[in-house]
């Protein structure tokens, strides 16, 4: 596998579940990102991690939990999620978190919650 | 507040050429980014401004004025292919990437 990938690619999950997303990277990035995108609104940043430490939380509610357990892979693990929480969620890397380096995303998790 | 202000969307002829507009006011200013989106696909890096003027990748063009807070991606040729959402993103003086909502490009025959 080459890239950034991301399981599942589909999800529905009632209000009471526990699930986890999964994304891997094959780049040997060193940031790894967590966004969700709602329709028709901007890429909301939920979670950095820079070299394995988490970098960013931008308030995100505590049903959202991340894990970074090296470089390579993230996870985003999922608890009494509410409706609103539906979406697609983003998984991306780059070399470091700053400056120039672009981001490379993963194809995303469909989201939904019943 | 941070803002990154982008068409909804937009429709053009095929072969013809369009310039997707991007406004921003941020807190600082370290690059601007424009990503593709093709419908359920993830975002693709198109091109990257720090520097005010014109970058050009073949039939992609990026500009960028600092002093105006804005910038445009600049698509020539235009394809089928080309249908998708463009993304603009301003990385802020803290380094966080503020992204816009994204401009839906329709690309008709």
């Known amino acids: 596998e080459t890239g950034v990938t991301q399981t599942p690619r589909h999800l529905v999950m009632g209000m009471t579940n526990k699930k986890s997303l999964k994304c891997e990277q094959h780049l040997g990035h060193n940031a790894m990102y967590w966004y969700k995108q709602s329709a028709k609104k901007p890429l909301e940043l939920m979670f950095v991690?820079?070299?394995?430490?988490?970098?960013e939380n931008n308030s995100v509610p505590s049903r959202f939990s991340p894990e970074c357990p090296n470089s390579s892979h993230l996870f985003l693990h999922l608890h009494t999620l509410q409706p609103e929480d539906s979406a697609l969620y983003l998984c991306a890397s780059s070399q470091e978190e700053a400056n120039s380096y672009e981001q490379y995303f993963g194809p995303g998790t469909r989201l939904t919650v019943t | 507040g941070q803002n990154i202000d982008q068409p909804t969307e937009m429709t053009a002829t095929e072969g013809a050429i369009v310039q997707i507009n991007c406004t921003y006011q941020t807190s600082g200013f370290n690059g601007l980014f424009w990503y593709q989106q093709h419908a359920g696909e993830a975002p693709t890096f198109l091109s990257y401004?720090?520097l005010d003027g014109l970058e050009e990748k073949g039939r992609f063009s990026s500009f960028l004025s600092r002093s105006k807070g804005y910038s445009y991606l600049l698509l020539k040729e235009l394809q089928m292919k080309d249908s998708a959402s463009y993304l603009c993103a301003v990385r802020d003086s803290n380094y966080q990437l503020i992204w816009g909502a994204g401009t839906k490009l329709i690309i008709k025959p």
């Open positions: 401004n720090v």
């Open positions: 991690y820079n070299f394995k430490e988490q970098t």
